[in-house]
């Protein structure tokens, strides 16, 4: 069964608009999620890593005011794209990482169209 | 840095047709190797790993070689079916002590009945 689950798959909004993105570790707790981005037919772009109780880390060259998370607990991080506009339409995945197995699990995906 | 290149794409094969997709690393220290294949629409599966030299990864009729000498971890198949059709991704981690992975760009694989 599926070790991560994000929600919703799709989205669709208007220009201006604030999207939030859900990301649950379903098998184990996970002090670390990760966020990428990917856009058509390129590989994955991380965005940050979510760190459970602190602030998020991002990769250099993504706004932090633009795309904010927050990991409140150790299932559950959320990415809010805010201010929505076209160029952010993308796809977005989450991922978690099992430290023992060193195996990254990845979420379905969240395809985001701003209009 | 770490870094992996990949054959471009896309492959493009006929049912029950060998595949082989390249993939070569650089890094430091010895990563882990990992295969992950995109169905269309979808996120991020995990096919097959493996974790040191030599080993081989195999799941699905999938295999790959990790190969230090040649800093190379290409996948294999038979016999592809219409339902391989999808993105693979060749990736490492575990280099220098990070988890977190390293992708190659991805090579689309379109298989015809």
């Known amino acids: 069964g599926a070790v991560v689950s994000q929600h919703p798959s799709r989205v669709i909004c208007k220009s201006g608009t604030s999207v939030k993105i859900e990301c649950r570790s379903l098998?184990?707790?996970?002090?670390?999620m990760f966020w990428y981005r990917q856009f058509p037919k390129q590989s994955l772009m991380l965005m940050a890593t979510?760190?459970?109780?602190?602030?998020?880390?991002?990769e250099q060259g993504v706004e932090k005011d633009k795309f904010l998370i927050n990991h409140a607990s150790l299932t559950l991080s959320t990415l809010t794209v805010t201010s929505a506009h076209p160029e952010d339409s993308s796809f977005y995945i989450c991922?978690?990482?099992?430290?023992?197995?060193?195996?990254?699990?990845f979420g379905a995906g969240t395809r985001l169209s701003v209009l | 840095g770490d870094s992996v290149t990949q054959m471009e794409g896309p492959v493009t094969l006929s049912e029950e047709a060998f595949l082989t997709i390249n993939c070569t690393y650089t890094?430091?220290?010895?990563?882990?190797l990992f295969w992950y294949v995109q169905y269309p629409g979808e996120g991020l599966q995990l096919l097959l790993k493996?974790?040191?030299?030599?080993d081989k990864g195999s799941n699905k009729g999938f295999e790959a070689t990790y190969r230090k000498e040649t800093t190379s971890f290409h996948l294999e198949k038979g016999s592809v079916q219409v339902s391989d059709s999808a993105v693979y991704f060749c990736?490492?981690?575990?280099?220098?002590?990070?988890?977190?992975?390293?992708f190659g760009r991805g090579t689309s694989l379109i298989v015809h009945p």
């Open positions: 493996a974790t040191k030299a030599d």
């Open positions: 990736a490492l981690s575990g280099s220098g002590g990070s988890y977190i992975p390293t």
């Open positions: 979510s760190n459970e109780g602190s602030k998020a880390t991002y």
């Open positions: 890094a430091t220290g010895y990563p882990s």
């Open positions: 991922s978690v990482i099992d430290g023992a197995k060193n195996i990254q699990y």
């Open positions: 098998d184990f707790q996970a002090t670390t």
